[in-house]
T-cell receptor
Framework: GQQLNQSPQSMFIQEGEDVSMNCTSSSIFNTWLWYKQDPGEGPVLLIALYKAGELTSNGRLTAQFGITRKDSFLNISASIPSDVGIYFCAGLNYGGSQGNLIFGKGTKLSVKP | DTAVSQTPKYLVTQMGNDKSIKCEQNLGHDTMYWYKQDSKKFLKIMFSYNNKELIINETVPNRFSPKSPDKAHLNLHINSLELGDSAVYFC????????????FGSGTRLTVV
C-alpha cells in the first residue's frame, strides 16, 4: 500500500528557533494535510494543501505541496513551548465513494524554553 | 460541544474478553473511520464506513468489527482481546467529497493485561 516517509523522527530545539519537517511518498496524492497531536488527544488539522506547488500559511506555520505531488514540507517559525507535540503529514486520495487518509510516522517536536 | 466523541477514554481489560468502544459525531458527516495508533505513534486505518459501504483494512483481524446503528455513530467491537491489541484507538469522520481531511476524536487507550 501507499506509504509516507516523514523526517525527521524527532527534533529537540530551543524556543525561538525555526523548525522544518518534510514528507515524501512513492505515489502521488491529491491532497496533503498536516496534523498536530497533543498528548492524550487526537490529531488536529493544521494546514490542508490541494494543488501542486501550493504554499499555504496558518500563523507561524507554512506548508507547501510539492510540484510532483509526492512530497510536502511544514515549517514552524519562532517556535514556542506550546508547539510541543507530534506532527503528522497525511496524504489523501479520493476514489469511489470515500477517501483514505494515509499518515506519515510523525515528527516529535520538543521545545526547550 | 465535542464534534467527535469517544467513550471510554481508558479501557483496561483481561485477555480473552470482549469489549466495545463507542463513537459519535455531531458534524453531520456521512463517513466514519477507526484508526489504531501503536506504541510508536504510527496511525493506521482500520475501517472506513458510510451507510452504503464498509471498507476493511485487510490487515485487521476479524475479531474487530465496526457496528453503525445510525449515521452519527460507529462503534468498534473487539472479541477475544489479545495483548497485541493494546493501543490507542481513534474514531474520525469526514464529509463525502470533503478535501478538509478528517476530524478525530480524542482517542481510547486500550490496555489488555
Amino acid at each position: 500500500g501507499q506509504q509516507l516517509n516523514q523526517s525527521p523522527q524527532s527534533m529537540f530545539i530551543q524556543e525561538g528557533e525555526d523548525v522544518s519537517m518534510n514528507c515524501t511518498s512513492s505515489s502521488i496524492f491529491n491532497t496533503w494535510l498536516w496534523y498536530k497531536q497533543d498528548p492524550g488527544e487526537g490529531p488536529v488539522l493544521l494546514i490542508a494543501l490541494y494543488k501542486a506547488g501550493e504554499l499555504t500559511s496558518n500563523g507561524r506555520l507554512t506548508a507547501q505541496f510539492g510540484i510532483t505531488r509526492k512530497d510536502s514540507f511544514l515549517n514552524i517559525s519562532a517556535s514556542i513551548p506550546s508547539d510541543v507535540g507530534i506532527y503528522f503529514c497525511a496524504g489523501l486520495n479520493y476514489g469511489g465513494s470515500q477517501g483514505n487518509l494515509i499518515f506519515g510516522k510523525g515528527t516529535k517536536l520538543s521545545v526547550k524554553p | 460541544d465535542t464534534a467527535v466523541s469517544q467513550t471510554p477514554k481508558y479501557l483496561v481489560t483481561q485477555m480473552g474478553n470482549d469489549k466495545s468502544i463507542k463513537c459519535e459525531q455531531n458534524l453531520g458527516h456521512d463517513t466514519m473511520y477507526w484508526y489504531k495508533q501503536d506504541s510508536k505513534k504510527f496511525l493506521k486505518i482500520m475501517f472506513s464506513y458510510n451507510n452504503k459501504e464498509l471498507i476493511i483494512n485487510e490487515t485487521v483481524p476479524n475479531r474487530f468489527s465496526p457496528k453503525s446503528p445510525d449515521k452519527a455513530h460507529l462503534n468498534l467491537h473487539i472479541n477475544s482481546l489479545e495483548l497485541g491489541d493494546s493501543a490507542v484507538y481513534f474514531c474520525a469522520s469526514s464529509a463525502k467529497g470533503s478535501l478538509y481531511g478528517y476530524t478525530f476524536g480524542s482517542g481510547t487507550r486500550l490496555t489488555v493485561v
